[in-house]
C-alpha cells in the first residue's frame, strides 16, 4: 500500500495512535503520571507497553536529574540527593521499591514457591522487607553522595534507563512463575515480540552515551553479571519471575549501576 494513498495515511494515522496508547500505558502502569482513560485496553497493550519501560526511565531520570540540579544550586550535595531520591519515588509511586521489598519478604521468610508467592501477595511489609528497603536506599544515598557532583544528573539519567533493560530481558528469557491465578500479585506485562524487546534495548541503551566508554564497558558487564546471577536464583527458586521479581531487578540493576560508577571513578 502506498504510504501517500488516503488508506496508507490512515494506516499511519492508525498505528500511531494505538502507539500513543501503548506510551500511555506504560506511563500510567510505571509512574504516578495521570493519564485519563485509555480507550481500548487491554491486556495486550500491557504486554507491549514493555517496550517504553527504559523510555520511562529516561523520563523519571530527567524529572529527578533536573530536581537534583535545581536544590544543588542551594543546598549541600546530600540534600540535593536525598531530596532528588524523594521525587522519584512519588513520581513512580514506589512501584519498584514496593517490589523489591516484597521480594525480600518472600523470599526472606518463605521456604516453598506457594509460601514465596503467598507473601508477596500481602500488601503488609515484613521485616525483610523493611531492612532490604532501607539497605538497598542507604546504599543508592551514600554511593550518589560520592560520585562527582557534576556528574550526577547524568548518571541519575543513566541509570534510571539502564536498569530498565534488564527487567524487560528477563521477562523475555523466564517464564511467568504461578502456581494458578490467585498467586498473581499484580498485573504484569508479558513477552510481546522481538521488536518490542530490541526497542527497549535501543532506547535504554541510548543513555549509554551519556558515560565514556570505559564506564559503559564496566556498568553493562557488573548489571549481566547481577541479571545473571538473580535469573539462576529465582528460577532455581520458583521456576521463574513474577511483577515483584521485576521491581526488585530493577532497583538491584539501579544500585548495582551506581556502585560500578563510583568503583570506576575512584580506580581510575
Same mark, same amino acid.
Request: net charge neutral; with cysteine; aromatic share 14%.
Given at each position: 500500500?502506498?504510504?501517500?494513498s488516503?488508506?496508507?495515511?490512515l494506516?499511519?494515522?492508525?498505528?500511531?495512535?494505538?502507539?500513543?496508547?501503548?506510551?500511555?500505558?506504560? $506511563?500510567s502502569?510505571?509512574?504516578r503520571v495521570?493519564?485519563?482513560?485509555?480507550?481500548?485496553?487491554?491486556?495486550?497493550? $500491557?504486554?507491549?507497553?514493555?517496550r517504553?519501560f527504559?523510555?520511562?526511565? *529516561?523520563?523519571?531520570?530527567?524529572?529527578?536529574a533536573? /530536581?537534583?540540579?535545581?536544590?544543588?544550586?542551594f543546598?549541600? =550535595?546530600?540534600i540535593?540527593v536525598?531530596?532528588s531520591m524523594?521525587i522519584s519515588i512519588?513520581?513512580?509511586g514506589?512501584?519498584?521499591?514496593?517490589g523489591?521489598?516484597?521480594? &525480600?519478604d518472600g523470599?526472606?521468610?518463605?521456604?516453598?514457591?506457594?509460601?514465596?508467592?503467598?507473601i508477596?501477595?500481602?500488601?503488609?511489609? @515484613?521485616?525483610y522487607?523493611s531492612?532490604?528497603? $532501607?539497605?538497598?536506599l +542507604?546504599t543508592k544515598?551514600?554511593?550518589?553522595?560520592?560520585?562527582?557532583?557534576?556528574?550526577?544528573p547524568?548518571i541519575?539519567i543513566?541509570?534510571h534507563a539502564?536498569?530498565? *533493560?534488564?527487567?524487560v530481558?528477563?521477562?523475555?528469557?523466564s517464564?511467568?512463575?504461578r502456581?494458578?491465578a490467585?498467586?498473581?500479585?499484580?498485573p /504484569? @506485562?508479558? +513477552?510481546?515480540?522481538t521488536?518490542?524487546? $530490541?526497542f527497549?534495548? /535501543?532506547?535504554g541503551?541510548?543513555?549509554?552515551?551519556l558515560?565514556g566508554?570505559?564506564?559503559?564497558?564496566? &556498568?553493562?558487564?557488573?548489571?549481566?553479571?547481577v541479571?545473571?546471577?538473580?535469573?539462576?536464583? *529465582?528460577?532455581?527458586?520458583?521456576? @521463574?519471575y513474577?511483577?515483584?521479581?521485576? @521491581?526488585?531487578?530493577?532497583q538491584? &540493576?539501579? =544500585?548495582?549501576?551506581?556502585?560500578?560508577?563510583?568503583g570506576?571513578q575512584n580506580?581510575?
Open positions: 500500500m502506498n504510504s501517500s488516503p488508506l496508507g495515511r494506516g499511519g494515522a492508525f498505528i500511531m495512535k494505538n502507539e500513543i496508547k501503548i506510551f500511555l500505558t506504560a $506511563l502502569f510505571y509512574t495521570p493519564v485519563g482513560n485509555i480507550k481500548g485496553w487491554s491486556e495486550d497493550m $500491557l504486554n507491549k507497553s514493555t517504553y527504559p523510555l520511562i526511565g *529516561i523520563i523519571v531520570g530527567g524529572v529527578t533536573l /530536581v537534583f540540579w535545581g536544590l544543588s544550586l543546598f549541600p =550535595v546530600s540535593a536525598l531530596l524523594v512519588l513520581f513512580t514506589a512501584f519498584h521499591e514496593d523489591f521489598a516484597d521480594f &525480600c523470599f526472606g521468610g518463605g521456604y516453598t514457591p506457594a509460601r514465596i508467592l503467598e508477596m501477595k500481602d500488601s503488609r511489609v @515484613g521485616t522487607g531492612i532490604g528497603l $532501607l539497605m538497598i +542507604a544515598f551514600l554511593a550518589l553522595t560520592h560520585i562527582e557532583a557534576t556528574r550526577i547524568l541519575l543513566s541509570a539502564i536498569s530498565r *533493560i534488564f527487567p530481558l528477563l521477562i523475555y528469557t517464564k511467568y512463575a502456581l494458578d490467585s498467586t498473581k500479585t499484580k /504484569v @506485562g508479558k +513477552a510481546d515480540s521488536f518490542s524487546l $530490541l527497549a534495548i /535501543v532506547t541503551g541510548l543513555s549509554l552515551f558515560l566508554w570505559q564506564e559503559v564497558i564496566v &556498568c553493562v558487564a557488573v548489571l549481566m553479571a541479571t545473571f546471577f538473580f535469573r539462576n536464583y *529465582i528460577t532455581r527458586i520458583l521456576g @521463574g513474577t511483577g515483584d521479581v521485576l @521491581g526488585a531487578l530493577q538491584l &540493576c539501579e =544500585v548495582f549501576f551506581y556502585l560500578a560508577i563510583l570506576w580506580y581510575s
